[in-house]
């Protein structure tokens, strides 16, 4: 069916693939502190990323199955 085509190409999400640098309780902590009103750039530079990936993740465009 059309799930498993999907399944079979779609590379695995998150921590489930091999290349993830973060964790799901990473990406919480990222943005229950952008919530609190800590800047993107402070948070880039302590996690060693780039503001664009922090901000990303804080707007859900990256890691948007993790709640």
């Known amino acids: 069916s059309g799930d498993?085509?999907?399944a079979r190409i779609s590379p695995p999400r998150g921590e489930a693939n091999s290349r993830a640098i973060l964790t799901a309780d990473d990406v919480?902590?990222?943005r229950v502190r952008a919530a609190d009103g800590e800047q993107i750039a402070a948070l880039a530079r302590?996690?060693?990323m780039s503001?664009?990936?922090?901000r990303n993740i804080v707007k859900l465009r990256n890691w948007r199955h993790v709640s």
Not at 51 to 54: K, V
């Open 51 to 54: 503001e664009g990936a922090i």
């Open 28 to 30: 919480r902590s990222i």
């Open 4 to 6: 498993e085509h999907w």
């Open 46 to 48: 302590e996690l060693d």
